[in-house]
């Protein structure tokens, strides 16, 4: 049994005092009670540690590599994607292993406890299988084991060009299978992951209606009782294509032709009218955002106040993972709400603030997609758990609600001290620990990547 004491800890009921936390031995929160006397672990302030919700793992080595306008005078997602392909093709399963071991070990330090990895990169650079259909999920897997990381795998079914369903590209066809295939694969990764801890999960991801034709999004459904994600609502191109081919934007044709519902993680919506936002939200699906990619990709602002007075449940991930930061991902999207709406605190609510809101939700919304029993320091959930410093400056005299908003507007990812993953202490003093070693081996990685891409 381990156990945690905090001077202040944010439970399901509020901020309570003197709390501590037991941590049973299969890494589930056994007790919480405040006013309690010190012993254990002692922590400033103990927070829930969301999921990060949706990562393409590889496009960590990529971050940098892309600030340069191509030859297009107006530079898009498109031309971006393009360079993307290029860059992939060099990536071997030795280097995707140690770049997404880099990746989880960033994530924790960040304060996720839960890696929601959309893992698309699925055979050579020819499209030719390996000889282990899952030799790619397998170093997905094998770099949460290196790092601790909770995991939820989600196998990406990807079968077309386009919704002509014309043949994959040049740099798409790495990521390809039919039904039968993709069935092989989905069944492998999900061997795969079972020596991996117990909190650990599989579930599937049709990519896009771009990549998935009807038939080939009902069939997939039936391969898992897990999460079901998908990209929805991007860009504006990819609205104007599914409306073209299926007679309705991507949002309105998912909505009357699959069951979503709180399975189901849509990600981006950053493409919707205000009658889809209203009646996605109301299905309890997870609106999966990525604040920092998507305004790197120009993607668009999500309507999160519409989706919040529509009672929409909501998470974060990385995407690109161009920058791993949480308290980034949560300023980020409501800064652009202020944007569009020329207001502040956007957010927030009457008995909450802003930080708060946004945090409450993202535990909530990320433990929902990624399919676990977490984002709550309550008994029977996991002990997906974080720290913030006590010595931090931007928390000096900071009580309750504000401790959040400072951590969030006023500071970073620094202030996250202790990091632990269904029970796993993984971070400590900020850094993780494996820190070094995993490190080393991304460094020769990059380095031998060719960088003109």
Known sequence: MQTIWAETALTPTGWARDVRVDIAPDGRIAAVVPDSAPQGQRVATLLPAPANLHSHAFQRAMAGLTERRGPDPRDSFWTWRKLMYRFLDQLTPNDVEAIAAFVKMEMLEAGYACNVEFHYLHHAPDGTPYDDIGEMAGRIAAAARQTGIGLTLLPVLYRHGGCDRRSLGAGQVRFGNDL??????????????????????????????????????????????????????????????????????????????????????????????????????????????????????????????????AAGRFGVGSDSNIRISLAEELRTLEYSQRLRDRARAVLAKPDRSTGRVLFDAVCQGGAQAAGRMAGAVEPGRWADLLALDADAVDLAGREGDSRLDSWIFAADDRLVTEVWSAGRHLVTDGRHTDRTRIAERYREVVGKLTTDV
């Open 180 to 309: 039968d295939s993709f069935a092989r694969l989905h069944e492998r990764a999900t061997t795969l992951v079972r020596d991996l801890p117990a909190d650990t999960s599989v579930g599937v991801a049709p990519h896009s209606l771009r990549a998935v034709d009807p038939d080939s999004l009902r069939a997939v459904q039936e391969l898992t009782d897990g999460p079901i994600h998908m990209h929805l609502a991007e860009q504006t191109a990819e609205v104007d294509e599914v409306e073209a081919a299926y007679g309705a934007r991507p949002a309105r044709w998912l909505l009357d032709n699959a069951p979503v519902d709180p399975r189901w993680c849509l990600i981006h919506c950053t493409q919707m009218t205000p009658d889809e936002t209203e009646a996605l939200a109301a299905t309890g699906a997870v609106a999966g955002l990525c604040p920092i990619t998507e305004s790197s990709l120009g993607d668009g602002i999500f309507d999160g106040a519409r989706w919040q007075a």
